[in-house]
């Protein structure tokens, strides 16, 4: 008989050696497994590996954000609103203010004024034209270095703008006669009196005592001023402490400040925290 073409050993020697072969297989992969694995029981190698990528990602990633985050406060304090520090007495009660104490912080917008021109009433923050900066002093460092982080520090809005800002209360606009006063003390625009309810502290008036007439003119005397076209007529809320468009009358613009001059319109109080609230800007119309 011819011999068979199988294996001597029988075919139950090749089920043998494939299950053999088997377990070897899963023996070895679970050595592997261990040796990846954290021995408490933790956080493999590659979870450590993944959490320093991360980690450097971050660290990439950071000026990047910083870079960004400076960008958008430039853009915001430029074009859309700034928060100012109110100095002085000008504008009490409606806005606090004075050296050596806690003045309001305020937010002003600008992008109203693109699209509209002040109106009688509102408060604004402007640059003052030459005449109001005469005794202007520049409050940068002599330093240079310090100078131009000053600098920076204005463009992202952590320090003040080195100019001379003010804020007052639109009176008049371009082409109204704005003065001071008829029998019972009161402003006239255009010869009509306005009502002005934020003005709690203003010269003495008394008819026949102390007026626009007596030897001594009452201090809230003035005009009248026709305002020039573009241009604004602005007092302070604190009439006997405030050197507003009285005292330039006799500047080129009549006192009158240009609109180029306007930066924009004073709209909420953020500190100190128990002042929080909206600008109080009535619109005025002549009675």
Aim: hydrophobic share 35%; with cysteine.
């Amino acid at each position: 008989m011819a011999d068979s073409p199988h294996d001597p050993a029988g075919p139950g020697a090749h089920r043998y050696s494939d299950d053999a072969v088997a377990r070897n297989h899963r023996t070895s992969g679970a050595h592997h497994r261990r040796d990846d694995a954290d021995p408490g029981g933790g956080f493999s190698r590659k979870d450590d590996n993944k959490d320093t990528k991360k980690e450097k990602s971050f660290w990439r990633e950071l000026p990047i954000l910083i870079v960004v985050a400076l960008a958008l406060s430039f853009l915001l304090q430029t074009f859309v609103a700034r928060v100012y520090l109110i100095p002085s007495e000008s504008m009490e009660p409606t806005l606090h203010g004075c050296p050596g104490c806690t003045g309001d912080r305020i937010v002003v917008e600008k992008i109203s004024y693109r699209f509209t021109d002040p109106r009688p009433g509102d408060v604004i923050v402007f640059k003052g034209p030459d005449s109001w900066s005469a005794g202007y002093t520049s409050t940068r460092s002599d330093n240079v270095v310090l100078r131009g982080l000053q600098e920076v520090g204005s463009l992202i809005g952590v320090v003040p703008p080195d100019e001379n800002d003010l804020v007052k209360r639109v009176i008049a606009v371009g082409g109204q006669t704005v003065e001071c006063c008829d029998d019972q003390g009161r402003v006239l625009v255009d010869g009509k009196p306005l009502d002005e309810p934020y003005v709690q502290m203003d010269y003495p008036f008394t008819p026949g005592v102390v007026d626009c007439d007596t030897d001594v003119p009452s201090g809230r005397c003035f005009g009248p001023i026709t305002v020039p076209e573009d241009a604004v007529w602005v007092m302070g809320d604190n009439r006997s402490n405030s050197a507003d468009s009285r005292y330039h009358v006799g500047d080129e613009y009549q006192g009158a400040v240009p609109l180029d001059n306007v930066i924009g319109k004073a709209q909420f109080i953020v500190l100190p925290p128990g002042r929080w609230g909206l600008i109080d800007s009535p619109e005025i119309i002549p009675s």
